[in-house]
């Protein structure tokens, strides 16, 4: 019984020392610095900066938050149509499998025109249009849209987003299916765990240009770029930005504060001692 007691504390441990561990990301962006030009600020996660950008996309004060969602904290992006400018920053390159993005959006004005301001691309590609991998589009009739090579390659929402409002937004590119998805305020549930089926897919899509050529493999990814347009309209606001392999990687679900875990696992540890106490009697 004593030692049944001790397996069932230390498995307890194992578990929570599981269960705490943090997923395995390609790239998180909290943009947690000063007010002002994102462009020079390094990414405290791969300690690269962010290429010069322009008074389009700039860190503004303000923290975007998400239902279930654990918060990342610091400030974030604004986007600012009218004067042209893009941005991009860089992770492993991934030549085959599902990459995941994940970022919180909030548009406070409608657009004038159809205008891409985030995409994943290839040898540190800023956001292009038709030659992204894949990328998003906000739509003059207030539609979130997928896009991914060939440009005429498009899927919406269906509903045009509220303005003044957040959405987690999610995005994936299957680089061996060789198809596209995307996800608009997915079910909480599903957070940390596995997708739930896509509002939209795009399939057959074809690799060509800067990243990569048709065959085998549908091509690579390794940066995520920004892209303040001509055209009227925003500002957006986009936060908590995301990239891995897996959909728990970009969906992590909300967490109790350090504090509470740590005086969980002093709890946990201190019964384990005390049963070990116990059985030296």
């Known amino acids: 019984m004593k030692r049944t007691y001790s397996v069932i504390l230390t498995m307890g441990a194992l578990c929570f020392a599981f269960q705490t561990a943090h997923a395995t990301l390609l790239f998180s962006e909290a943009f947690n610095y000063s007010p002002g030009v994102l462009g020079g600020n390094i990414n405290p996660g791969n300690s690269t900066a962010w290429s010069a950008g322009n008074s389009g996309l700039t860190v503004a004060s303000g923290n975007l938050t998400y239902a279930g969602l654990a918060d990342s904290g610091g400030n974030e992006l604004q986007i600012a149509n009218g004067a042209a400018?893009?941005?991009?920053?860089?992770?492993?390159?991934?030549?085959?499998?599902?990459?995941?993005?994940?970022?919180?959006?909030?548009?406070?004005?409608?657009?004038?025109?159809?205008?891409?301001?985030?995409?994943?691309?290839?040898?540190?590609?800023t956001p292009n249009g038709g030659s992204d991998a894949i990328d998003a589009y906000y739509y003059s009739?207030?539609?979130?849209?997928?896009?991914?090579?060939?440009?005429?390659?498009?899927?919406?929402?269906?509903?045009?987003?509220?303005?003044?409002?957040?959405?987690?937004?999610?995005?994936?590119?299957?680089?061996?299916?060789?198809?596209?998805?995307?996800?608009?305020?997915?079910?909480?549930?599903?957070?940390?765990?596995?997708?739930?089926?896509?509002?939209?897919?795009?399939?057959?899509?074809?690799?060509?240009?800067?990243?990569?050529?048709?065959?085998?493999?549908?091509?690579?990814?390794?940066?995520?770029?920004?892209?303040?347009?001509?055209?009227a309209g925003g500002p957006y606001l986009v936060d908590n930005l995301l990239i891995g392999t897996t959909w728990a990687d970009v969906t992590p679900a909300g967490v109790p504060e350090p504090s509470v875990l740590a005086l969980a696992g002093l709890g946990i540890f201190g019964l384990i001692a005390s049963a070990r106490r116990r059985m030296q009697r």
């Open 141 to 231: 009739n207030g539609k979130m849209e997928l896009r991914a090579n060939p440009a005429s390659a498009t899927a919406g929402t269906g509903t045009a987003l509220t303005l003044n409002t957040t959405y987690l937004i999610v995005e994936m590119i299957d680089l061996d299916a060789h198809t596209a998805s995307l996800w608009i305020d997915p079910d909480a549930s599903t957070f940390g765990g596995t997708a739930p089926t896509a509002i939209a897919t795009l399939s057959g899509l074809t690799a060509s240009g800067a990243y990569g050529t048709g065959g085998g493999s549908y091509g690579n990814i390794d940066n995520v770029g920004f892209k303040a347009q001509t055209a």
């Open 85 to 125: 400018g893009t941005i991009y920053n860089t992770f492993a390159n991934q030549t085959s499998g599902q990459v995941y993005y994940s970022f919180l959006f909030n548009a406070t004005a409608a657009d004038s025109a159809n205008n891409y301001f985030t995409a994943l691309n290839a040898g540190a590609n």
